[in-house]
């Protein structure tokens, strides 16, 4: 294990302090229990978008939180589901009197912990919604998860989730509007390595050099397959066909394309990839009216990527287009 | 060598075309030359920017072109200086009539090439200032330079550069912008593992799995020397150290902060790694003004990170707030 890093039980709370630091116009913090929350929070009369998971998925979701995005994020431990108080604490912070909606991943702990959270905060008098985010078309059910895993569409339904709240949509509309965006999109990732967790110092699995698993999920978890290795246009082909496939996506539909990186691929593989993923979008049909390219859903430095496809409708665009200043994720002010 | 690559002689080729694709507002590309100019180019009246060097470094330079910040860039092969005829054709596909900047980082080729350039852009009636960019204090020369490596700090240099030409500042008084922000900063840079060129196959370099390169290069060149791996807070130490002590950087200046990730090492740690070199930069008293923390100078996927630091005057500072809007970075607009 060769990593930049201290002791492996402080590096989350070091890396929060970082952030805090490195965006104090941006975020504050809490170490005990761990929150991050937008500058400004709360922001009174509208809603707040709350979420958190395991550390190791940066930017995802501590670099989200700002301007027309997240009002708070719960770092957990390094791929482990943050706790309730956090979510107690995080929320109390940033309710505004509109209530909280907050995002979470469908990963069992997670699940539990945003459910307890969310009984917490309404004993507070703090009206809750949860959405629930399982976009990963590889597997029905993994390691960590009854039903599908939510990966990389979370940033969508946080983006236009977080506009809707900025634009001063009441609570039903704006978690109603993230379901929209959850029943629209569509994901799947590859792993052409593992990645190291911290605390444990070795490799979460094992893969040949001529091997890839397709259908990886974002803390290692096994996919559909172990494969050979692929050039990258028969790898956007492996990813793209199943999310097409499985919403279906129709010709004339407009979708965002996002090719997303594991942490360790560098940016020139993921416009490679990107470039297929677009022509591929196009032979069927498919409009591509939004784009994102980069490292926003990762696995620590796994080497690998996923794709996501959105279907938009006017009010998704418009609400994709609006400003966000985050410390990952700016655009528009 | 696991790589998301089709042939690898095609990648650089393939990652422009996917630029252009997933950027249609902000780029516009050639291949034959190769170039990415901004997609208004050129712009009437004003002096334009002018980058490149060899891939392998995005977002540098490519990722970087757009309103506030470069006119065109122009990438090499993998780790590979452009050739002439790609900064002609870039520099008359983006003269205005006020004349071109070049930002050339301190390569033995890349000089050559863009000196040569700026000879072809001359005989075409276009006035030229090539600006050098070596910033690296952990050599004095190198595997491929004669004197101090261009490093992080191009992405200053190319940002408060650009905002000066978009705000209308004329040839000399940009070129002396930039001139003067190359004197202000300093980096130095750290790889945890080496990178594996895509032609090539196999990594560049071999360091044991408790081992670190101070003062690497950005092409895996041997840096200051090879020494155990040590924990964040004293590789931010050994990195930041050399780097005050060089111009030097004295109590009460006022400074950019930049963490730089080069390729293959997560966000989690390079948020801790800011946060202990933004509190040895307070402890020698300087005033961390304005901070960046990302991978934009990059190798690949090599694991490692470098600091910059540049000392700001109020010019500087309100070049560097203008907005910027580039597939890579992008605020204030």
Redesign the interface.
């Known amino acids: 294990m060769?990593?930049?890093?201290?002791?492996p039980e402080a590096?989350?709370d070091?890396?929060?302090?970082?952030?805090a630091?490195?965006?104090p116009d941006l975020v504050r913090i809490s170490l005990c229990p761990r929150y991050i929350v937008r500058a400004d929070a709360p922001v009174s009369g509208k809603v707040a978008l709350l979420s958190g998971g395991g550390?190791?998925h940066?930017?995802l979701h501590g670099?989200f939180v700002g301007r027309g995005m997240l009002a708070a994020a719960c770092p957990g431990a390094?791929f482990t589901s943050p706790t309730p108080d956090q979510m107690l604490e995080a929320g109390k912070a940033i309710h505004g009197g509109a209530g909280i909606v907050q995002i979470v991943k469908n990963y069992t702990g997670d699940v539990m912990n945003f459910d307890m959270a969310a009984d917490l905060l309404r004993a507070e008098g703090i009206e809750v919604e949860n959405v629930l985010v399982d976009d990963d078309v590889a597997v029905k059910d993994s390691l960590y998860t009854a039903g599908r895993r939510g990966v990389g569409l979370t940033l969508a339904v946080e983006k236009i989730g977080g506009a809707a709240a900025e634009a001063g949509m009441g609570l039903a509309e704006v978690a109603g509007l993230c379901r929209r965006v959850v029943a629209n999109g569509r994901s799947m990732g590859v792993a052409?390595?593992a990645c190291t967790v911290p605390h444990a110092g070795k490799p979460s699995f094992a893969l040949a050099?001529d091997e890839?698993e397709l259908g990886i999920g974002i803390h290692g978890e096994p996919g559909r397959e172990r494969v050979k290795?692929e050039?990258?246009?028969r790898?956007a082909e492996l990813l793209l066909g199943p999310i097409i496939e499985d919403l279906p996506f129709e010709r004339d539909d407009r979708v965002l394309l996002f090719?997303n990186g594991m942490?360790?691929?560098?940016?020139?593989?993921?416009?490679?990839?990107?470039?297929?993923a677009?022509e591929i979008a196009a032979a069927h049909g498919l409009e591509v009216e939004r784009?994102?390219?980069g490292?926003y859903v990762?696995s620590?430095?796994m080497?690998?990527?996923s794709i996501t496809l959105l279907r938009l409708d006017d009010e998704m665009i418009r609400l994709w287009d609006a400003p966000v200043?985050t410390?990952?994720l700016?655009?528009?002010?």
């Open positions: 060769k990593k930049i890093i201290n002791d590096l989350v070091e890396a929060v302090e970082g952030l630091a490195a965006h550390s190791g940066e930017p670099g390094v052409l390595t050099e890839m290795l050039p990258a246009d790898i090719v942490g360790g691929t560098p940016l020139i593989e993921l416009y490679a990839l990107y470039r297929k677009a784009r994102l390219v490292s990762t620590l430095e080497a690998g990527a200043v410390p990952a700016r655009w528009g002010a």
